[in-house]
């Protein structure tokens, strides 16, 4: 009897100090809340702040104050919502910060916000669907100066099933500030090639994501500060540009092709980048006609100093450039503050008889954009 009462204490001591441990739980959350309408519900706990601001890439006419209720959670409804897929995130007190009931967030350098999808009343292209999938990855890889890099890689569905089925690489550099993973969580690269292929619209593929910021990474891993983002076009911005291109010729190919079943010639190849990504597509791709045969600039472009100094061989010689790419893919939205340039390298490649295919959508730099762009010439590739 005595054992039994000590066990019955020990169990209710236990107990008590269990619940005590137990941090104090606020009361339930639920953020973001899409409604069948299309429009948003937006909550957030912060019951001693003074005021609560909602800011997103949805609100057409700027952030819009949220309410606080009862227990001290903010809320706002916003909408409806055009579907897509869009970043935002909470104001507190002055203070950005994330939502932290989504666990969706915008891979970024510089900010931390959450992502919001709006679904279409049938699955868009970039949206989960009823389909085979791929799978994804995180590779790390010996880099530059002793540093280790890090790549996102999707391989097609039944990669795994047909070990003696060898693929085609699209290797793809997402834009200034973003990382290895933009393309991945916000550009939804693999419901993209997922649903392409399933219809038949895309050849299967190995899509391989890098970090395109090969110096904020070594500082990083050296315990240095992050350089700052060099200006447009200066010797330090193409300085940068050398380094990813070295990276990704010198590193990240070899790893990939001896880890992944990649087909290991130029015509197997394609290269796409979006924004800083996308300059350095072109640098890369045109830099090294011998490695790539498939070329893809969204909201980029080269100018006419660079193309008359660094790539005169493109330029001179339009007949052998127009022979080595299968495609050479130029896009940009026409509220894009990369517009004008982006023109005026088509009007450039026009005038020097350099065979491209041109899309001009509406819209600005944004991530909306480039699922258009990546969906639209993903069909293109390797046919």
């Known amino acids: 009897m005595r054992t039994k009462q000590l066990l019955i204490f020990t169990f209710m001591f236990a107990l008590a100090f269990t619940i005590q441990a137990q941090p104090p739980r606020g009361p339930f959350v639920h953020s973001p809340q899409v409604h069948d309408d299309k429009t948003v519900t937006f909550e957030y706990l912060a019951p001693n702040a003074e005021k609560v601001i909602l800011s997103g890439q949805f609100l057409n006419g700027g952030p819009v104050e949220m309410t606080k209720g009862d227990q ?129 619209l895309a050849e299967p593929m190995i899509v391989v994501m890098p970090y395109g910021n090969v110096a904020a990474r070594i500082a990083e891993q050296t315990g240095d500060v992050k350089p700052q983002d060099p200006p447009r076009d200066s010797e330090a911005s193409n300085a940068r540009m050398k380094q990813i291109e070295n990276d990704l010729i010198k590193n990240i190919i070899p790893y990939i092709e001896s880890n992944y079943r990649a087909i290991k010639d130029r015509e197997s190849r394609a ?71 982006v023109m005026d390298y088509m009007k450039y490649m026009d005038e020097h008889n350099i065979k491209f295919q041109g899309l001009v959508t509406s819209g600005g730099h944004t991530w909306m954009n480039v699922k258009k762009f990546v969906t639209e010439s993903a069909q293109l590739l390797f046919k």
């Open 72 to 200: 001290g959670i903010w809320r706002v409804t916003v909408g409806p919502i055009q579907p897509d897929i869009y970043s935002y995130n909470f104001i507190v007190d002055g203070t950005s910060v994330m939502d932290p009931g989504n666990v969706d967030y915008f891979p970024n350098e510089r900010f931390k916000g959450s992502i919001l999808l709006v679904p279409g009343d049938e699955p868009r292209m970039y949206e989960l669907r009823d389909v085979p999938h791929g799978a994804v990855t995180y590779e790390y890889y010996p880099s530059l100066e002793g540093s280790t890099g890090s790549v996102v890689v999707y391989t097609p569905p039944g990669y795994d099933d047909y070990p003696d089925k060898s693929y085609p690489v699209f290797y793809l550099i997402s834009g200034t500030t973003d990382t290895e993973e933009t393309f991945y969580k916000v550009g939804r690269t693999n419901f993209i090639l997922d649903n392409l292929i399933a219809e038949g």
């Open 271 to 341: 290269i796409a980048g979006f924004s800083r990504g996308g300059g350095q597509t072109l640098r890369i791709a045109y830099g090294n006609m011998d490695t790539f045969a498939w070329v893809c600039s969204y909201a980029a472009s080269s100018s006419p100093e660079d193309m008359h100094t660094d790539f005169v061989s493109v330029s001179s010689n339009p007949e052998q450039t127009n022979k080595m790419l299968k495609l050479n893919w130029v896009s940009v939205g026409n509220s894009d503050f990369m517009y004008r340039p």
